[in-house]
């Protein structure tokens, strides 16, 4: 019998950290396949914590967190490596190599992974690179690039990969407004190739212009699951902008996401 499992699921999930800090109580959600949520609260809500869990950089006190079906706290700590790998993280300070240029940087991830095909690493950091909006940047060095094009070189090194589930963490968070609004594009793009994508954010703006799920936790207790939603219940008045308007997809960029065995 075949059963559909959502891709993410948490189930009741407590975080006590040491110290006694209850970051999360009772937090239960599933995502499906090829979902966008943004994951909002103020600042110690719990948004990092769940993103941490998903990671497995943290354990639940109770409950349990389940990726496509598989409970992660029964992985054995072997099978941690290759558990990560099948999910993508981007950071708010991008964490780039400093030395090495925007495509070696994300060749490394392919590396890493265990790809070392000088032709597949090749045409999937191109693509990658393209589906970002990096084309003719490959040979720069990181600090020859602005704040926006760094973190859409973070974005690419999380994809080249072809991971599963996108998880971002304050990802606009050290970037000017129309900068953050270019990055959230590119999330929102990639999500239209059938990326499941997860982004923690304090952005009220741009959450409110994406008109997406929004999960909000207050004291780590998930308040609100709403699709289609704003970063608060009521937002006093909505932006002028309406909805993203996106690029149409172009058709290379699905080269990396369609997670061909590397
Ligand atoms: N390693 C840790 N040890 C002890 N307490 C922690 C640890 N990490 C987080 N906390 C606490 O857990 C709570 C939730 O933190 P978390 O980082 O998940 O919040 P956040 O919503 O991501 O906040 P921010 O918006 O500031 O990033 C906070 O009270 C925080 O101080
Ligand atoms: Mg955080």
Redesign the pocket.
């Known amino acids: 019998m075949v059963t559909s499992e959502p891709l993410v699921r948490f189930q009741g999930v407590d975080k006590q950290?040491?110290?006694g800090?209850q970051?999360l109580s009772g937090v239960s959600f599933t995502m499906e396949a090829g979902d966008f949520a943004f994951l909002v609260?103020p600042?110690?809500?719990?948004?990092?914590?769940v993103l941490k869990l998903l990671l497995r950089d943290e354990q639940p006190t109770s409950g349990h967190v389940y990726l496509a079906g598989a409970s992660l706290s029964r992985l054995q700590r072997g099978a941690v490596p290759a558990f990560r790998r099948r999910m993508g993280v981007v950071f708010q300070d991008f964490k780039l190599l400093p030395r090495r240029t925007v495509a070696e940087n994300v060749a490394f991830a392919l590396h890493v992974h265990g790809t070392h095909r000088r032709g597949v690493v090749r045409d999937r950091v191109m693509a990658v690179l393209r589906l970002v909006g990096l084309s003719g940047k490959e040979g720069r060095l990181p600090d020859t690039l602005s704040g926006g094009e760094q973190q859409r070189v973070s974005i690419a090194r999380a994809l080249v990969t072809g991971p599963e589930l996108l998880l971002a963490d304050?990802p606009t968070g050290n970037l000017d407004p129309d900068t953050a609004l270019g990055i959230m594009e590119v999330f929102v793009r990639i999500n239209e190739y059938g990326m499941t994508v997860l982004v923690?954010t304090?952005n009220r703006e741009l959450v409110d212009m994406c008109r997406k799920r929004v999960l909000q936790?207050a004291q780590g207790r998930l308040v609100r699951d709403e699709s289609l939603g704003s970063y608060d219940r009521r937002p006093a008045t909505l932006p002028d902008h309406g909805p993203l308007s996106l690029p149409s997809p172009q058709p290379v960029a699905a080269i990396a996401l369609e997670g061909q065995p590397v």
């Open positions: 950290y040491s110290g800090i970051a609260g600042s110690g809500s719990g948004k990092s914590t304050e923690a304090h936790l």
